[in-house]
């Protein structure tokens, strides 16, 4: 890998991935498509403004898709799309990393 | 991999590379030591405050090492641990779905 010049596509990525919450946010969906309650449940630590400005911000970049169950009442569940679904061999990677390399 | 629960260890690292600029700094210094002024010049975009501050928490989780030569002018680089250098696996992967993924 050539690492004398960032990539715009690498710096794209990361403006996207480096954001608090990220991470977390796709490690939870990729355990399958979760209501903002179960979201929540797995990650108590983030406020309710910060997940739905999350989930907004995946959306915006094709992530993650919101579908909506017109049943009584409404349910709405978060999916990883085909992109977001990609990010698993990121996650994967810092998994091993924290694992050899956290305390 | 789990995903119905989140480790501890994938926590800490994702608070700790899910920070503004720590990718990218990483991306840099993969490239071999740096100076401050080296680094700024690949990210030019950000402050030499952030960048200062990133380099110290970057140095306290033992991710980089600031070396200080005593020449005169003193230079001083910065160097990615062993730590640090396995973090190649998690740069590189996110840079293959950036190749797939961002326009």
Chains 1, 2 share one sequence.
């Not at 977390?24 to 997940?51: A, N, T, W, Y």
């Not at 978060?78 to 924290?98: D, P, R």
Request: with cysteine.
């Amino acid at each position: 890998m050539d690492y004398s010049q960032m990539c715009p596509r690498f710096e794209s990525a990361t403006d996207i991935l480096g954001k608090k919450w990220t991470g977390k946010i796709i490690h939870v969906l990729l355990g399958g498509p979760k209501r903002f309650k179960d979201i929540k449940e797995q990650i108590p630590e983030m406020s309710d403004k910060m997940l739905t400005d999350r989930m907004k911000e995946l959306e915006h970049v094709g992530i993650v898709t919101r579908n909506v169950y017109p049943e009584m009442p409404v349910r709405i569940e978060y999916e990883l799309t085909e992109k977001g679904h990609a990010l698993e061999q990121v996650i994967c990677s810092i998994q091993e990393w924290a694992e050899k390399w956290i305390n």
